[in-house]
């Protein structure tokens, strides 16, 4: 069985992550539970049931299964036999999560030619080096014609070389 403190420090950091920008009232009355009580989980002051981890996990649309394990209840090859998708929004993954399944995806010749496809840079008037996609378009200049001078453009042009 974990430790009591490891179990609340885990369970605080859990809402924490799950709290977003509601006010603790509107976060309290989510889950059913008193603000007082929410506090108390929320600094790690008191501990939770398991029964009340499962159903606070339901109320947020989480797993309970991964809750159970991420809270500390479960080990992690306690629950290794089974295959249970994450309901999470992309921004409830760490940077490092992320960044794994990017380069999984693209040794694995699966990314898409956002991944994989060199970035196209153009130079605005203003001298600013960008990805394509990030200037307005009647700013593209082809950056093998720039002159170290002032860059000129003429919204009469219409030639091919500043298509993306």
């Keep these: 069985m974990p430790e009591h403190s490891d179990v609340r420090q885990k369970w605080a950091i859990y809402l924490n992550r799950w709290k977003g920008d ?17 506090s108390k989980w929320r600094t790690g002051a ?7 981890v499962i159903a606070i ?3 947020l649309g989480d797993s309970p299964l991964h809750v159970l394990v991420e809270v500390g209840y479960l080990e992690p090859e306690d629950v290794a036999q089974f295959k249970v998708a994450r309901p999470y929004a992309l921004d409830t993954f760490t940077d490092t999560e992320l ?4 380069l999984r995806r693209v040794q694995a010749g699966a990314a898409t030619g956002a991944l994989t496809d060199p970035v196209q840079l ?7 080096i960008a990805p394509v996609h990030h200037l307005p378009r009647p ?4 950056l093998g014609e720039v002159a170290s001078e002032s860059i000129t453009h003429d919204p009469d042009d219409t030639d091919d070389k500043y298509d993306a």
């Design 46 to 52: 008191t501990g939770v049931k398991v029964e009340t």
């Design 22 to 38: 509601r006010s603790q009232a509107d976060y309290a009355r989510l889950l059913g539970v008193t603000e007082g009580q929410l």
């Design 57 to 59: 996990a339901r109320k």
């Design 122 to 128: 153009a130079q605005d008037e203003t001298g600013h």
């Design 99 to 102: 960044s794994a399944e990017i």
């Design 139 to 142: 700013h593209l200049v082809d």
